[in-house]
């Protein structure tokens, strides 16, 4: 039934010329004096797993409710495959929605809750039986389905709802926090299932979610949002690695940041001196900004080595510390390591090497950071 | 202890009227006959008399009587909820600040009252009254409207006293519904109107039954509402117990209407019962 996976998939948004499927043309959305979204532009292309993320309050809600037709812009328009749905009622629009709660009818059975949407379109009955037959079996509940929700266990309700929000097909599927209810572990179980889910049947999604790990393992690409504007697009690897400001840069995993001022700005590199680093910066990318601007240099810790002895070459790049606190969580370590100047830097470690035996670096114990040229990232804002 | 109460302010009474409506009609204090006589010391004799239950039976007067108040009582109770649903469902929508001060205009009434509240009925509806004098003046009718000692005006005053047992139980209902079930329902394809009929009215459906009971039992045994209201042609079971016990003085007659009216009240009473029980047992 499947086809053979590609080795690599596809990248719609970096063709030239392609279409997106749903745009989202400068929507704004105020509610009296308080503007929730602000002149938020986007391009989502067919196929793809498009995640809003973003803390609680920063109008990813409000623009997913937007796109299901749940509140009306203030202005701006949304479009999807090539129609203006703005006016459209909800129960007009080819976009289906998985809620936060699954809001699965508590007075129907399973296999009713599913079939709902297939009989408002007045579907012949062997048909809904068939595509609910077939819907269940995609997510595991066909022995269920005489079953009521209030039955049901919280990883099954949330398989229903997404059955039911899937079986009619629609151009677009929008999740609310689809996986914020369900503990660790079937978090992450479900987070491939829902990929798989999406590859096989090739919906478009738009997921919005404040849990980054779950936007960084579903996403196609991420649109990162903040006080109602979209602050960065991209893909999990463009968002972590090549932040675009100090926010994103911040929100997404762990980051040291320092401030600094660049002493030396050539194409393929530049040079920055932070006070706060006690040392100097050489990074392997160039940078648009004034001379000596203020920039700042994110950090990732799993990108810092640390070590008793100094590296072979100082200078850039490497600095001496203290370590003040370790964290050990089993599959890394986190060190907190304290610099001269009274700042404290973030290291993580892999612990390739089991525990007993290894002569691990431990407390109050001197030590060198250092770095690649690679690793630093340079950000204006 | 609860069950102290229970017998003394419910099973006692009961019983005693259950035990007067076996016993024969006599002239005297008190007006029946009693259930038990001793005859020796060792010996008693006790006479249950089932012919006040025939005669309810047999004579037409009672079976219309019994015919009436329940058709009365029903169409009432539909109308309590054609009316009282809509009211329930704003008070539930408004804002919260709202909704208590809504919630106590509706119960307001109870503060004052209830024979005086039917009483004034009479001063609105009667020829002479609020409603004619208006219609009057302002010149469209020339005769006054008869409104009094119809049927119109029974209806109208068992809705109006009890429009409040109708929404509260509703907006009960209604208030736990949650709203995000109606916007699931809109976004798979399903239109406002549907949505109310297949997602708002079954799981209010609780709030309907109770109200609807709590609207019907009462108002199949009312009784100052026709008296007052009524014309002598919409007999009530209220009214024919309240004349056999004081116009004809026939204790075991009127005891026997009053223990006839408990069974056919019984299977409402049961519904009652049954959904309120479901209502707790779904409560988390």
């Not at chain 1, 937007?66 to 976009?95: H, K, L």
């Amino acid at each position: 039934m499947t086809n053979a996976r590609p080795a690599q998939r596809s990248e719609p948004w970096k063709e030239p010329g392609a279409v997106p499927y749903v745009r989202l043309d400068k929507l704004t959305k105020k509610f009296g004096d308080f503007v929730a979204v602000d002149d938020v532009s986007l391009q989502i292309f067919r196929g793809e797993i498009f995640c809003l993320l973003g803390g609680s309050g920063c109008g990813k809600t409000t623009l997913l409710r937007m796109m299901a037709g749940f509140e009306q812009p203030t202005s701006g328009s949304i479009w999807i495959d090539g129609v203006d749905v703005t006016a459209i009622p909800p129960y007009e629009r080819p976009v289906n929605m998985m809620f936060q709660s699954y809001a699965l009818f508590p007075h129907m059975s399973v296999e009713q809750n599913v079939a709902f949407g297939l009989r408002q379109d007045r579907v012949p009955g062997r048909e809904i039986a068939e595509r609910v037959g077939e819907m269940l079996d995609l997510v595991h509940m066909r022995q269920f389905a005489g079953r009521k929700p209030h039955q049901l266990s919280g990883g099954q309700r949330q398989r229903v709802a997404l059955a039911r929000s899937l079986v009619k097909r629609p151009k677009l599927l929008l999740l609310d926090e689809p996986l914020a209810a369900l503990d660790k572990k079937l978090r992450q179980y479900t987070q491939f299932e829902l990929i798989n889910i999406q590859e096989t049947l090739g919906v478009t999604f738009v997921v919005v979610t404040h849990d980054q790990e779950e936007a960084m393992t579903l996403a196609s690409r991420i649109g990162v949002m903040n006080h109602g504007e979209i602050v960065q697009v991209g893909t999990p690897t463009d968002i972590y690695e090549y932040p675009g400001s100090r926010f994103v840069a911040d929100f997404i995993g762990s980051v040291n940041m320092f401030e600094g001022h660049l002493i030396e700005d050539e194409p393929d590199y530049v040079r920055v001196a932070s006070a706060e680093l006690g040392g100097v910066f050489h990074v392997g990318h160039g940078v648009s900004a004034a001379p000596n601007a203020t920039v700042w240099v994110a950090l990732r810790p799993e990108k810092i080595r640390i070590s008793r002895e100094p590296p072979d070459s100082k200078g850039d790049n490497c600095v001496a510390g203290v370590v003040s606190e370790i964290a050990y969580l089993g599959d890394q370590s986190i060190y907190l390591v304290r610099l001269e100047g009274g700042r404290q830097v973030r290291v993580t470690q892999p612990n390739t090497l089991r525990h007993t035996g290894v002569d691990r670096i431990s407390w109050d114990e001197p030590v060198w950071l250092s770095w690649d040229s690679s690793s630093p990232v340079v950000v204006t804002q | 202890m609860p069950y102290l109460w229970l017998l003394l302010f419910f099973a006692v009474p009961f019983l005693i009227v259950l035990k007067i409506s076996v016993s024969g009609m006599r002239l005297g204090m008190p007006p029946y006959e009693p259930l038990i006589t001793w005859i020796t010391s060792q010996a008693m004799d006790i006479k249950i008399n089932l012919a006040n239950y025939a005669f309810l039976w047999e004579d037409a007067l009672y079976r219309n009587a019994y015919g009436n108040s329940i058709l009365t009582a029903a169409v009432s109770t539909i109308l309590c909820l054609l009316i009282g649903y809509p009211m329930a469902y704003g008070i539930a929508r408004t804002r919260p600040s709202w909704r208590n001060l809504l919630l106590l205009m509706v119960m307001l009434p109870f503060w004052t009252s209830f024979l005086l509240r039917v009483y004034a009925w009479i001063g609105i509806l009667k020829n002479n009254g609020l409603i004619n004098n208006l219609l009057m003046s302002i010149g469209i009718i020339d005769e006054p409207i008869v409104m009094l000692q119809t049927d119109f005006a029974v209806y109208l005053g068992i809705v109006y006293s009890y429009l409040p047992f109708m929404v509260l139980p509703l907006y009960t209902a209604i208030e736990k519904l949650d709203l995000s079930l109606l916007e699931a329902a809109a976004d798979l394809g399903c239109r406002p109107m549907k949505a109310f009929f297949t997602i708002t009215v079954p799981l209010t459906w609780g709030g309907i039954v109770a109200g609807s009971m709590l609207v019907f039992i009462p108002a199949v045994g009312e009784f100052v509402i026709p008296a007052l209201l009524g014309g002598p042609d919409s007999l009530m079971i209220g009214r024919v117990l309240w004349e056999e016990f004081f116009n004809n003085r026939d204790w075991p007659v009127a005891s026997a209407v009053a223990i006839a009216m408990l069974l056919v009240l019984v299977v409402p009473i049961m519904i009652l019962q049954h959904v309120q029980g479901r209502q707790l047992g779904t409560h988390r």
